[in-house]
């Protein structure tokens, strides 16, 4: 109830005082080729249930045409104004209208598109039983997702290998163990990823480290290992094939 009633005051205020930030952006993406600054799209939330997600666009029209769900920073179907707003998370300021009307929440597993959740283990089903979030730990270890998949020839097949398995893990430890406190903490430490990544990334290991003793994890958040492919947690086999 406190998460609830703190989503939607925080974000109604928010959406008052960052509305010039959303018409300067719309302008900005609307002349880049004079379409909709917004990107609607069909993600899946709590208890599975789909909900229209808006974002500012980011990427050309009718880009999600490619078939091609996950992005890397060099992706040709991101505009100009794209490469800014996704650098900074602007894209994402959208969402509040998401969260005022009770589809989400500022922290929680990030959505997802259906083709993702439905490859699912049971364990990771797990992740859809909070409202999905802006924000949560696995969002601001793999801020650099767009890097990491920059030289992918199929960047669907190499985040299932190389990102899923942890963002569902840091998932799954949210669902676990989140809390108000939390909740303060993961949205402050989202503030300071913008400014330093290795900064966030340890205060991160700092909250992780309290409740998991998961050493492949740990050494995730602080990129100590390579990441190489994994199977997503409730798995004991890796994904070699993403339709």
Do not use: C
């Not at 900005?28 to 909709?36: A, E, N, P, V, Y």
Request: charged fraction near 25%.
């Amino acid at each position: 109830m406190l998460k609830s009633s703190f989503d939607f005051l925080l974000s109604l205020i928010l959406s008052i005082i960052l509305f010039p930030l959303v018409i300067l952006f719309s302008f900005l993406i609307w002349r880049d080729d004079h379409s909709s600054p917004f990107y609607v799209a069909p993600r899946v939330g709590k208890e599975g249930k789909i909900f229209k997600m808006i974002k500012f666009r980011s990427m050309m029209i009718e880009a999600d045409k490619s078939g091609v769900d996950s992005t890397a920073i060099n992706d040709p179907r991101i505009t100009n104004t794209g490469h800014f707003i996704r650098k900074y998370k602007i894209d994402e300021i959208p969402n509040l209208y998401n969260i005022i009307m009770g589809q989400m929440s500022f922290v929680g597993p990030r959505p997802n598109v259906k083709k993702e959740t439905d490859m699912y283990t049971i364990e990771e089903k797990k992740l859809l039983l909070l409202k999905p979030g802006i924000t949560d730990l696995a969002s601001i270890i793999f801020s650099d997702e767009g890097e990491i998949l920059s030289e992918s020839n199929n960047p669907d097949l190499d985040y299932n290998q190389l990102i899923r398995p942890w963002k569902s893990r840091l998932g799954l430890f949210y669902v676990e163990n989140y809390s108000f406190v939390m909740d303060l903490k993961i949205m402050i430490i989202t503030l300071i990823s913008l400014f330093s990544k290795k900064g966030a990334s340890k205060l991160v290991y700092q909250v992780v480290s309290k409740k998991s003793g998961d050493k492949n994890l740990l050494n995730i958040i602080l990129r100590k290992n390579k990441l190489r492919p994994f199977p997503p947690p409730g798995s004991n086999k890796i994904v070699l094939i993403r339709e």
